[in-house]
């Protein structure tokens, strides 16, 4: 019959001790690989969390996995979501691979209500990040654009001018290359 409420001290012990050590080793590589591995999340880098995540507890819990089985997957992970976002910084092709591209929501206080439907997003999500914004009225709004990371950002009226706040509008309304 399977132990439900406690199995020994052994596995008691044995669980705290790989549990902070675990917890340590991923932070000293998590803090050795930089600042991109925890910045916000697109979908690429939030599966490596959830990946960690799983692999962390999975070491912390299973009796059948080592703790340095358990640093090695860590080090994987860390090391391979290191070398995409290297290699996306420096191609293009790879950055377009594991990200998707910005798109725009709202363009001149009109909403772009065929976009809104492919990207899944509703008009009470665009009215809420008009509030975030401060914003109550769509005619003070220049564009909203959806960005890579799932948030959306609301450009006032007014920003035009500005070139690098302002992207084409095109008839796909999907490429915004030219938006930071």
């Known amino acids: 019959m399977t132990v439900l409420f406690f199995d020994s001290w052994e596995s008691v012990f044995r669980t705290f001790v790989i549990t902070i050590l675990a917890y340590i080793s991923l932070i000293i590589l998590?803090?050795?690989?930089?600042?991109?591995?925890?910045?916000?999340?697109?979908?690429?880098?939030?599966?490596?969390?959830?990946?960690?995540?799983?692999?962390?507890?999975?070491v912390c819990l299973s009796k059948n996995v080592a703790l340095i089985d358990g640093i090695q997957g860590f080090f994987l992970l860390i090391f391979l979501q290191y070398a995409i976002t290297w290699l996306s910084v420096r191609y293009k092709k790879v950055k377009k691979l594991i990200t998707s591209d910005p798109t725009l929501l709202v363009y001149k206080g009109e909403m772009l209500e065929d976009i809104m439907k492919r990207e899944r997003i509703t008009v009470e999500e665009v009215y809420v990040a008009m509030r975030k914004s401060g914003k109550t009225n769509l005619e003070d709004i220049y564009a909203i654009v959806l960005e890579t990371t799932g948030t959306m950002n609301v450009i006032p009226e007014g920003k035009e001018a500005n070139e690098n706040a302002q992207p084409e509008k095109q008839e796909a309304m999907t490429d915004l290359s030219n938006y930071p």
Do not use: V
Not at 30 to 58: C, V
């Open 30 to 58: 998590l803090r050795a690989s930089g600042k991109r591995t925890l910045s916000k999340m697109n979908a690429f880098d939030f599966i490596i969390t959830i990946a960690l995540g799983s692999m962390l507890a999975t």
